[in-house]
C-alpha cells in the first residue's frame, strides 16, 4: 500500500528534507545502539559492518516509501517487501560511502592540523562534516537516486479536418489536345 497521500507525487524540498533527517537521524540513533550490543558478541569490524548494512537497506527503503515519495510498488515490481531494487540500494550505498570519506577525511586532516585536538574540537568538525555530507547526500538522493522519471507530454493528436482533400482537388487538365 502507498504511504503517500497522493500516490504518484513528489513530496516538496522541505517536506522531504525533514523526513530525511528524521527517517536517516532515527537509523542512525538505533545504528549506533545496534553496534554497542553487537560488539558483546562480535568483533567491532564484523557488528560495524554488518549494521551498516542493514542500517544502509533499511534507510534506502523509508527514503523511498516516505521521504521521496519514489512511487516504487512492491507488488508490482515483484520486490516482495522491498520497494528498491538494487540499483537504487547500490546507488544509496554509494551516497553513504561519499559521506563515510567526507566524514573521515574532515577528522583526519583535524587530527594533520592539531595533533591532540580536544573531544570538543573533534566533535565539532566530525558533525560540521556530517552536516554537510548529509546535505549532499539528500541532494544527490532526491535528484538521481530516486528522481521520479519526467513524463513527456504525450504528442498532439492527428487534427481531422472536416473537408476531405481527396475530393476537393481541382480536376486535372485533359492531356489531349484538340486538333
Known amino acids: 500500500m502507498d504511504q503517500s497521500p497522493h500516490p504518484g507525487t513528489t513530496p516538496s524540498t522541505l517536506t522531504s528534507f525533514l523526513r530525511f533527517v528524521t527517517f536517516g537521524g532515527g537509523v542512525g540513533v538505533a545504528s549506533g545502539a545496534a553496534v554497542a550490543l553487537l560488539t558483546g558478541l562480535l568483533p567491532f569490524a564484523l557488528a560495524n559492518a554488518l549494521i551498516t548494512t542493514a542500517s544502509t537497506v533499511l534507510a534506502t527503503e523509508l527514503h523511498a516509501r516516505f521521504t521521496f515519495g519514489s512511487g516504487l510498488r512492491p507488488a508490482a515490481a515483484g520486490r516482495g517487501l ?3 531494487g ?14 563515510y570519506g567526507v566524514t573521515t577525511l574532515a577528522v583526519l586532516v583535524l587530527h594533520l592540523i592539531e595533533r591532540t585536538p580536544g573531544l570538543a574540537v573533534e566533535q565539532t568538525v566530525y558533525l560540521a562534516a556530517s552536516g554537510l555530507a548529509g546535505i549532499g547526500r539528500f541532494v544527490m538522493l532526491r535528484l538521481y537516486v530516486f528522481a521520479t522519471p519526467h513524463k513527456r507530454p504525450a504528442p498532439p493528436a492527428a487534427v481531422e479536418l472536416p473537408v476531405d482533400l481527396a475530393r476537393t482537388r481541382p480536376p486535372r ?3 489531349t489536345t484538340a486538333s
Open 82 to 84: 522491498l520497494r528498491c
Open 86 to 99: 538494487l540499483r537504487h540500494h547500490l546507488r544509496s550505498a554509494g551516497t553513504a560511502a561519499a559521506a
Open 173 to 175: 487538365a485533359s492531356l
